[in-house]
């Protein structure tokens, strides 16, 4: 069974924020662990992932620049790095792990099997 457990928390429009993901369950080493989220009233939406085989990453273009994502592979944990945030940006995040590598690629995310329960991130203005 894997699991994943994120944190997130309230910061100011402009602030920075770290969401870590701790990963089970999973070879983390060739795992692919990817962030989305649910905005008020929108779709949940991929924002990037890695891909620890073969080390890709991917961002959405609406947070290039502002976020990054990186993996500890020694305390098999996740981290999407947001600086510059938005109160666009204010949303519930959501990791996910899948062993496929195709799930994480240079274009883009698709459909993770594993995910954790989310987060609320909330961007003040």
């Known amino acids: 069974e894997v699991q994943l457990q994120a944190w997130g928390g309230l910061v100011q429009a402009g602030g920075s924020l770290t969401l870590s993901c701790s990963v089970s369950?999973?070879?983390?080493?060739?795992?692919?662990i990817g962030w989305f989220r649910r905005q008020p009233g929108k779709h949940r939406e991929g924002v990037s992932c890695i891909s620890n085989g073969d080390g890709v990453t991917y961002h959405i273009n609406s947070v290039k620049g502002r976020f990054s994502i990186s993996s500890d592979g020694a305390k098999e944990t996740v981290y999407l790095q947001m600086r510059s945030l938005e109160p666009d940006d204010t949303a519930i995040y959501y990791c996910a792990a899948d062993p496929l590598q195709y799930v994480c690629s240079r274009y883009g995310l698709a459909d993770f099997g594993s995910w954790g329960q989310g987060t609320q991130v909330t961007v003040s203005s």
């Open positions: 369950g999973i070879r983390f080493e060739s795992a692919n």
